[in-house]
């Protein structure tokens, strides 16, 4: 397809693209091979840096004070490192200058009293990594390449009050985006925003939740009616296993966005769940490439379906616990008693991976969590035999096959199954 002249494209950069002072310089390189392009770019913060805030967030709220001074340090000597490298001494200054401000916000987080809510404390807290990446690359883009434009992602994308995991008020963030966006696009600066972060009415920062950096690129592609949006990532696209647990895994040139859907659902982590379904709606095509191959084909993720059976694709999901229970007074499993345990499971808050039932048991899988498993028991024990087995395995095989299937479960005890037209699904132990 011919790029429309005036269309934008959305970037977004992930925490392993601006890990380093290299990284960062190959993210210029790249946004080199789109010079005459408009552009929004969505950073993450650099690396690790959003985990190493969690522990510091804890540090201060368990009062340990050594611990907070001694990795607050060390973020903050991971910063300044970074930014020596990159700049020349004048903007070195300036930089370091909006960095030191960041941190006394850091530090005095530790002293702050307040009566907000933990979750609210934890998204004030945590987005300071994403107003450090963007600040430090909008600053290395204006050096390196031309004029760009950094805007505060919380004055743009605006949410509900579900602090780590605020809802999208999708008219106000649109309208936000387009009059935040628009007029520096078309005086060609590229615009730098954070990922991840967003605001409730008052302005008071919320989060989209763990990795939602793709998500706010959906979310400014859908507003801006964006030409395309690229995930920058350090695998080649979006793969057909994970590659950390296998070795001869192969690239899924072309899916539609419902296989994308889907492979994210049953737990694909390459992409954000909720960032297909705002290009899904305006068919924006949504691009996962290598930061390291920037010329190379990804995958394209689009509305065409046809290639999405070509290869079989498996998730594992690990550490999952099985339950199995049956009613004490031996009654039949019919659509009363399930009802029953459907509203005693959203009462202890399960999150159900996989589900069957029999005549006299109904049984179902979640994710291991000690304090789910006690509540689960508590809610269904009254009333049902509650029996569960730990440390298992569930695997998805999408567009399964007789190969895929055995090799996914070879050598392992099959406790349940289950097969559609696309997908097989396997409960494994040992
Ligand atoms: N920095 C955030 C996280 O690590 C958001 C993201 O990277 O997408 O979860
Ligand atoms: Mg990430």
Redesign the pocket.
């Given at each position: 397809m011919k790029p429309k002249s005036n269309s934008i494209l959305v970037f977004k950069f992930?925490?392993a693209s601006v890990k380093s002072a290299k990284a960062l310089n190959n993210v210029i390189n790249i946004l080199k091979l789109y010079s005459n392009r408009k552009i929004v770019v969505v950073v993450?913060?650099m690396g690790k840096?959003?985990?190493k805030l969690e522990s510091l967030f804890e540090a201060a709220l368990n009062e340990k004070h050594d611990l907070f001074i001694s990795q607050k340090d060390a973020l903050y000597d991971f910063h300044i490192e970074m930014i020596k490298t990159l700049f020349s001494n004048q903007a070195y200054e300036t930089i370091k200058h909006e960095i030191d401000l960041i941190f006394d916000d850091i530090s005095a987080f530790y002293q702050k009293k307040s009566d907000h809510s933990k979750s609210q404390r934890y998204d004030a807290f945590?987005s300071f990594?994403?107003h450090l990446s963007s600040l430090i690359l909008q600053f290395k883009i204006d050096q390196d390449l031309k004029e760009s434009q950094w805007s505060d992602a919380r004055k743009m994308i605006k949410t509900d009050d579900q602090f780590q995991k605020a809802n999208v008020d999708w008219q106000t963030s649109i309208e936000l985006i387009k009059t935040h966006c628009l007029e520096a696009l078309d005086a060609n600066r590229i615009i730098v925003t954070q990922?991840?972060v967003s605001s409730n009415a008052l302005g008071e920062t919320t989060t989209l939740g763990?990795?939602?950096?793709?998500y706010s690129a959906g979310i400014f592609a859908h507003a801006l009616d964006a030409e395309s949006v690229t995930i920058w990532k350090d695998v080649p696209g979006m793969l057909n296993a994970d590659p950390k647990f296998f070795e001869d895994t192969q690239k899924l040139d072309r899916i539609s966005f419902r296989e994308a859907i889907e492979l994210s659902y049953y737990g694909a982590s390459v992409i954000?769940p909720k960032t297909l379904k705002p290009l899904q709606n305006k068919k924006i095509p949504l691009y996962v490439k290598s930061f390291m191959h920037p010329t190379e084909e990804g995958t394209t993720i689009d509305v065409d379906t046809s290639n999405d059976h070509m290869i079989p694709s498996f998730i594992f999901k690990k550490n999952q616990v099985l339950f199995s229970i049956t009613p004490k007074d031996f009654s039949f499993l019919i659509e009363a008693n399930l009802g029953d345990i459907f509203l005693k499971l959203s009462e202890a808050e399960a999150e159900i991976n996989i589900m069957q039932n029999s005549a006299l048991s109904f049984s179902f899988l979640v994710d291991y969590n000690a304090n789910k498993i006690e509540s689960i028991i508590k809610q269904l024990s009254p009333s049902y035999e509650v029996k569960y087995n730990t440390d298992l395995e569930l695997v998805t095989v999408r567009h399964y096959d007789k190969k895929t299937n055995n090799f996914v479960c070879k050598g392992k005890k099959i406790l349940l199954q289950q097969r559609t037209r696309k997908t097989a699904r396997f409960v494994l132990g040992r």
């Open positions: 992930g925490g993450s913060a840096t959003t985990n945590i990594g994403e990922g991840f763990r990795e939602g950096s793709d954000h």
